[in-house]
């Protein structure tokens, strides 16, 4: 995975890992608090055997498997007994002692550990006679030789003044390292298993094909869609320019100047872009004709507020001249031919003869046409418009295509030899990595917006010939 990828989803998928650290780091700080404090002290002492006097000075002589077997009795009710007795047993209970032996020397380490550091003090202190006094007894040729043990303090114990668990910082740094590990884990493993189109880098996964334009969220839109006109200086306006801007350039290289704006599934925005983006493009001053070409489920006449009972199939079945059904927005260049009566066949018609002879003569009769088409993965009524247009333009709507649904739109489109102009995505979520990152440049039209929206109200929508 790209170093540049791998921040991506990262970045998208921040709330996981920090969600992640945060719980983790809250666990290791209970865990650390709710720890009892442990302490540790520790004493060297030298154990040499000591003779009766008048016997043989070089009888015995504690061994380094001497050693290891005392520091075996150190767990032994032999040498805990003598010592819970000594350090008073309600006291001394949760100490324990443990030792080592010296690499090099005959020296042993006594290491006591409990929750009293003054306890554990005395209990370091108290293990070496202790242990010299119960050392003859699992030393058999010491008792033969009628020799005893002596300690000899190398290093008394001193009382600890910080305990040696919990260590807060050792904890939460570890928190933290895990925290992060499980939050990277989660975020890579909802990437690899999250079924839905939420960045670019997820379209070009399953097309090459450039993105035209990323269009932001705006709640506003579902009962003002069209953003263009109502407010012409907000960002969701400026994306839609920049997306017309964008087109002018697949203009260039496709050599004509008709589009079929499509998605692979409804509700996918494909409407509200379409009708926008004519708008825009009006805005500029080319002559746009918008036409509803969804005969199964139309729905540009109703979001403009235009007549729909009247429109498209009312010209194919040779009822009316297109003079007399196209309507005209306003007193903008912008024409719109809606669907029209919703007919029992709608792929016959669309790709029929007076279809292509129609489509032909009103493409020479405007700068640009868009066509509002149905989504390709139900029906295959894109397919047949895209043969009157010169591109097809694909919608994908951010957190709610489905990957599987797109890969089959584009695979779809693929196997009839249908070239794809580009993306639009839709519905970006604004703030986020995908987010308007122009966001901080829309501030210099508020007032002319304010201004915009007081001529608004005296502006009126007409219905004309043409």
């Not at 200086?233 to 920049?242: D, T």
């Not at 829309?442 to 929206?453: E, I, S």
């Amino acid at each position: 995975m790209p170093f540049r990828e791998f921040i991506t989803i990262m970045r998208a998928r921040w709330r996981v890992i920090t969600l992640s650290l945060l719980l983790v780091v809250g666990v290791a700080a209970a865990v650390t608090i709710l720890t009892p404090p442990r302490y540790t002290a520790t004493a060297k002492v030298y154990l040499a055997t000591d003779a009766p006097s008048g016997a043989d000075q070089s009888a015995y002589v504690i061994t380094r498997q001497d050693l290891n077997t005392y520091v075996e009795v150190l767990k032994s009710p032999a040498f805990t007994d003598p010592l819970a007795e000594e350090l008073d047993l309600t006291a001394g209970a949760g100490v324990s002692v443990e030792g080592e032996v010296s690499e090099t020397s005959n020296i042993l380490s006594l290491t006591a550990t409990g929750s009293d550091p003054e306890l554990v003090t005395r209990a370091a202190n108290a293990a070496g006679p202790l242990l010299a006094t119960v050392a003859k007894d699992f030393s058999p040729l010491l008792a033969l030789n009628d020799q005893t043990v002596t300690a000899q303090d190398i290093s008394p114990a001193v009382t600890p003044s910080d305990p040696v668990s919990p260590d807060p910082v050792r904890n939460i740094g570890l928190g933290v390292l895990l925290g992060l590990a499980i939050g990277i884990g989660l975020a890579l493993l909802r990437q690899a298993v999250d079924t839905r189109v939420r960045r670019v880098e997820d379209v070009n996964a399953i097309s090459p094909r450039p993105i035209l334009g990323e269009v932001p969220l705006e709640r506003q839109r579902r009962d003002d869609p069209l953003g263009v006109e109502s407010d012409p200086h907000g960002g969701y306006a400026e994306s839609i320019r920049r997306l017309r801007t964008n087109l002018l350039f697949v203009d260039v290289t496709t050599g004509g100047h008709t589009f079929v704006v499509t998605s692979s599934m409804p509700g996918e925005g494909k409407t509200t872009t379409t009708i926008n983006l004519a708008l825009a493009m009006a805005g500029a001053g080319s002559r746009v004709l918008l036409i509803d070409g969804d005969l199964r489920n139309p729905s540009v006449a109703s979001t403009m507020g235009l007549e729909g009972g009247i429109g498209l199939t009312t010209i194919l079945l040779g009822r009316a001249e297109p003079v007399d059904v196209i309507q005209k927005w306003g007193s903008s260049t912008l024409d719109v031919l809606a669907a029209g009566q919703i007919p029992p066949n709608p792929s016959e018609l669309l790709g029929s003869e007076p279809m292509a002879l129609l489509f032909d003569k009103l493409t020479r009769d405007y700068d640009f046409v868009l066509v509002d088409s149905p989504p390709i993965v139900p029906v295959i009524d894109a397919v047949l418009l895209n043969k009157l247009t010169n591109g097809l333009i694909m919608v994908v709507a951010g957190d709610r295509t489905r990957k599987r649904d797109l890969t089959s739109a584009v695979q779809s489109l693929e196997t009839v030899e249908v070239p794809i102009s580009g993306f639009v995505l839709n519905m970006v979520r604004t703030g986020g990595p995908n987010g308007n990152r122009y966001g901080g440049y829309y501030g210099y039209g508020h007032h002319a917006r304010d201004a915009a929206k007081g001529t608004r109200g005296a502006r009126k929508r007409s219905t004309s010939s043409i």
